[in-house]
């Protein structure tokens, strides 16, 4: 079983549509947590980290239930420009990122 | 500001021959990480240095190896290449100081390795 595990996708939607990835860890040491994006062929950039309250940066808010060991990301209004691989990334307080396998979505107009 | 900087970009090479990529850091950065992305999957951890030594490594097999100079740049080797090292190698950096939590890694654009 890996260590962070994410439904592969493709998520298909149109544009204006809301969308949820969910992800799951298996390590209850993981410190810390963050999604990051990765455009075809590019390498990955931090989209935002995930604190235990929540947060939201603009369309995007992210959740994390540390009871569940689950990390969520919700994007609203999707625009085209969204299109990308969404990778769920933990940390166990070590200097090792743990990727899951990524979230493909396609946003459609 | 340069960012992450890595070369070359692409690379063909032989079953069983070596190879070495290289990555320049951005700039304040001291701690290097190396990363396997195989077609699909999420980047794989390989190894890290920090004050030119190893600091941790994944599980990848001593074929694998690297080295920092005292400049923070880093090189990743492989020897005796398989056709399964096929993938994009990734180098990302941190800040001095880093310690894991919550600190952005910055990634260069990556080496696409190809195995024939």
């Known amino acids: 079983r890996k260590e962070v595990e994410q439904d592969p996708g493709p998520f298909n939607v149109p544009e204006g549509a809301t969308v949820a990835f969910n992800c799951t860890y298996s390590?209850?040491?993981?410190?810390?947590f963050f999604w990051y994006r990765q455009d075809c062929r590019k390498e990955p950039k931090l989209l935002m980290s995930?604190?235990?309250s929540g947060n939201e940066d603009g369309r995007f808010t992210a959740q994390l239930n540390r009871a569940s060991q689950y990390i969520s990301l919700l994007i609203r209004d999707s625009k085209l420009s969204d299109s990308a691989t969404y990778l769920c990334?933990?940390?166990?307080?070590?200097?090792?990122?743990?990727f899951g396998t990524g979230t493909r979505l396609q946003v459609f107009p | 500001d340069a960012g992450v900087t890595q070369s070359p970009t692409h690379l063909i090479k032989t079953r069983g021959q070596q190879v070495t990529l290289r990555c320049s850091p951005k700039s304040g950065h001291d701690t290097v990480s190396w990363y396997q992305q195989a077609l699909g999957q999420g980047p794989q951890f390989i190894f890290q240095?920090?004050?030119?030594?190893?600091?941790q490594r994944g599980n990848f097999p001593d074929r694998f190896s690297g080295h920092q100079f005292p400049n923070y740049s880093s090189e990743l080797n492989v020897n005796a290449l398989l056709l399964g090292d096929s993938a994009l190698y990734l180098c990302?950096?941190?800040?001095?100081?880093?310690?894991?939590?919550?600190?952005?890694?910055?990634f260069g654009q990556g080496t696409r390795l190809t195995v024939v």
């Open positions: 995930v604190y235990s």
């Open positions: 240095y920090y004050e030119e030594e190893e600091r």
């Open positions: 390590n209850s040491a993981s410190q810390s």
């Open positions: 990302a950096s941190f800040p001095e100081g880093f310690r894991g939590l919550n600190t952005e890694a910055f």
């Open positions: 990334v933990v940390n166990r307080n070590t200097d090792k990122l743990i």
